[in-house]
């Protein structure tokens, strides 16, 4: 069973930087599509970004280019979200998701939350100005 656990939420000033983490066990194969999306407070959850963790492609929503990095390790089984030069704006529940089908990753734009089988519960990120 693939369970996917984030970390390294929390508070943070305007301007400041936090990194992601998101632990994943029980997953089976060779590449797989992973990525990040946010929910706001009174939103719809929206992608931030993806990777295909076989060749390292990745895709960011608008918002974050240039501001956040994604990234994978395969050897910890660890997929990470470095954020820096947060803003209020970046204030949301995050989500780490996976899915076996690398194909999902491998075009010029993010994914689909439908796109992924595999969720974590979420970690919060909160930016004050």
């Known amino acids: 069973q693939v369970q996917l656990a984030e970390s390294g939420g929390g508070s943070v000033q305007a301007g400041g930087s936090l990194r992601l983490s998101c632990a994943v066990s029980?997953?089976?194969?060779?590449?797989?599509?992973m990525g990040w999306f946010r929910q706001a407070p009174g939103q719809e959850r929206e992608g931030v970004a993806s990777i295909d963790d076989s060749d390292g492609s990745t895709n960011y929503a608008d918002s974050v280019k240039g501001r956040f990095t994604i990234s994978v390790d395969n050897s910890m089984n660890t997929l990470f979200l470095q954020m820096s030069g947060l803003e209020s704006e970046d204030t949301a529940m995050y989500y780490c998701?996976?899915?076996?089908?690398?194909?999902?990753?491998?075009?010029?734009?993010?994914?689909?939350?439908?796109?992924?089988?595999?969720w974590g519960p979420g970690t919060r990120v909160t930016v004050s100005s």
């Open positions: 998701a996976a899915d076996d089908e690398a194909v999902y990753c491998s075009g010029e734009s993010l994914p689909e939350q439908s796109d992924f089988v595999y």
């Open positions: 029980g997953y089976t194969g060779s590449s797989h599509c």
